[in-house]
């Protein structure tokens, strides 16, 4: 059900100009990035910085075929529209720069980003972005979707990931307001990517993989490599073996958070 925003305060005292200020809430859907998809490819003239955001989502997409569990208000589920040129790989980084810089600058969390579009504190994982590509009158249309965990307790999380993930509140026990988070999201999320510094640039001051030796499986084994840089297409370089690897995509490797 969509929710007539004009009632709350989402898109009021907004500091971003572009991006957010088009704003659709949506109190229960299946997942923000299925309906923006679905909008964007029924013809629904979406503006460059639309945003959909859900209350709950009952079938939250996951990378990699997984599911994101968020059939619950623990957290800020939510996606935005860019008709960019940007490669895929590069601009999966734009929300996870910004959300790392903000806990960082207005929390003081010590948060990195985790190649290629998770962002972790310390282990955990407090943040996933799958993005989906589409294409409208010709342009390229990139619905880039969030996950933010905010109000999470351990016992939210599932057992399985009890041990992986985190949220804003385990980490702060501050329980920030939606709206005034989300406000500063897309501020943060607007200056960067039309800021002067490019997003490998900016991925690089914020993560902490390069230059460390990581475990991985692959292919259902498991290897050490040591991560020499990212390349100017959002790709992994490493070293396995001593011989040099261009690690594209992370869907069949299993990287641990400890590095
Ligand atoms: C990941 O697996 O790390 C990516 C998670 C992406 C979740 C967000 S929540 C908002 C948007 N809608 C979805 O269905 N998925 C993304």
Not at 26 to 39: G, R, V
Not at 147 to 152: A, D, F, M, T
Not at 190 to 200: A, F, Q, T
Not at 230 to 247: F, R
Request: glycine share 6%; proline share 1%; with cysteine.
């Amino acid at each position: 059900m969509e929710v007539n925003i004009l009632q709350n305060n989402w898109t009021e005292n907004l500091k971003s100009k572009i991006y957010g200020g088009n704003l659709k809430l949506f109190e229960s859907i299946e997942s923000t990035n299925k309906k923006m998809f679905e909008d964007l490819n029924n013809n629904k003239n979406l503006k460059e910085g639309t945003v959909y955001i859900a209350l709950k989502q009952t079938a939250g997409k996951g990378s990699y075929g997984n599911s994101w569990v968020s059939d619950n208000d623990l957290g800020l589920w939510f996606s935005v529209l860019l008709y960019s040129p940007f490669k895929k790989e590069v601009l999966t980084f734009l929300p996870c720069i910004a959300l790392t810089k903000l806990l960082k600058e207005k929390f003081n969390i010590n948060a990195h980003i985790k190649w290629p579009n998770d962002v972790l504190v310390e282990h955990k994982k407090i943040s996933g972005t799958l993005i989906q590509i589409t294409t409208v009158d010709d342009k390229k249309a990139c619905v880039i979707g969030t996950g933010i965990n905010l109000y999470h307790n351990e016992n939210d999380f599932y057992s399985e990931i009890r041990n992986k993930a985190t949220s804003l509140f385990l980490e702060t026990g501050i329980k920030v307001d939606l709206e005034e988070f989300y406000k500063e999201f897309i501020y943060y999320f607007e200056e960067i990517y039309l800021g002067e510094k490019n997003l490998i640039e900016l991925f690089k001051e914020n993560s902490e993989i390069i230059g460390k030796k990581i475990k991985a499986k692959k292919d259902g084994k498991e290897i050490e490599a040591f991560v020499k840089d990212i390349t100017e297409e959002g790709y992994l370089k490493v070293e396995v073996d001593n011989k040099e690897e261009i690690w594209i995509s992370r869907a069949s490797l299993d990287i641990d958070t400890f590095y």
